[in-house]
């Protein structure tokens, strides 16, 4: 078990390689935190951090892992797992929880990151399981982002993600929220997916959200004047060989 003061990482990898962390648990803020240093793997720990980030890659941290691990803040400005100007970093197999904040949020040219068999919850308005900000070429597979309070997962200023395999839900009705918002962001791909909101909107696509797809999947919308998408200002959106119900 290692603990920080506030303000300092329980784990804290700064410009070198090839570290691991393993069945070990961290608390701070961050609880864990890697800068500037590559290909380096956490399997089977656990990041608490009550006023902070519990897991994050910044700087040029590059190509890292993270496997079968647990991340949770309840830090309101804060996510459970951060990624900011980092790439091709793999979190595969983890929770991701934050009731006040963001669950997981990529920002900043993070780019090429992959997201696999994961859970990624928040419960917050104006917070999201999933939130991605000048970020593309990101991939979530098999996971599931949920959010009882508000957007599920939201891409802002994002392109060429995929979300595939995943389920986005939400249950809330908070500013007729969709579970997936996209706003100026363009060429994702959604496939095999489920979508959905019980009390309003499936997806929106805003402010020239652009030659977006979604294939194989199911989008559910119920209560109000849910619908299963919501298009405003954008185009060249495509939706094939899914169901869309009611």
């Not at 380096?40 to 519990?54: E, H, I, M, R």
């Not at 959010?147 to 995929?162: E, K, R």
């Amino acid at each position: 078990v290692l603990a920080s003061n506030p303000g300092g990482a329980a784990f804290l990898f700064y410009g070198g390689r090839n570290n691991i962390v393993s069945q070990s648990i961290g608390v701070g803020a961050p609880a864990f935190n890697a800068s500037d240093t590559d290909s380096n793997t956490v399997t089977g720990s656990y990041f608490w951090s009550p006023a902070g980030y519990a897991a994050q890659f910044d700087t040029t941290a590059d190509s890292n892992t993270i496997t079968q691990s647990t991340m949770v803040s309840a830090c309101a400005s804060c996510a459970g797992l951060y990624i900011s100007n980092s790439d091709s970093n793999t979190v595969t197999g983890s929770l991701i929880l934050n009731a006040f904040g963001h669950a997981a949020r990529l920002a900043a040219g993070a780019d090429r990151n992959e997201i696999s068999l994961s859970t990624m919850v928040a419960g917050a308005a104006d917070r999201y399981a999933l939130l991605l900000t000048a970020s593309d070429s990101n991939t979530v597979t098999g996971s599931y982002m949920s959010n009882p309070a508000d957007i599920a997962v939201y891409l802002d200023d994002s392109d060429n993600n995929t979300i595939a395999g995943s389920t986005i839900a939400i249950t809330a009705n908070y500013n007729n929220s969709p579970a997936l918002y996209l706003t100026a962001a363009s060429r994702n791909t959604i496939s095999q997916s489920l979508i959905q909101n019980t009390l309003n909107d499936a997806v929106a696509f805003h402010a020239a959200s652009n030659s977006n797809v979604i294939s194989q999947s199911t989008l559910t919308a119920s209560g109000g004047s849910g619908g299963q998408i919501w298009l405003d200002g954008s185009s060249s959106n495509t939706v094939t060989a899914s169901y869309l119900y009611t």
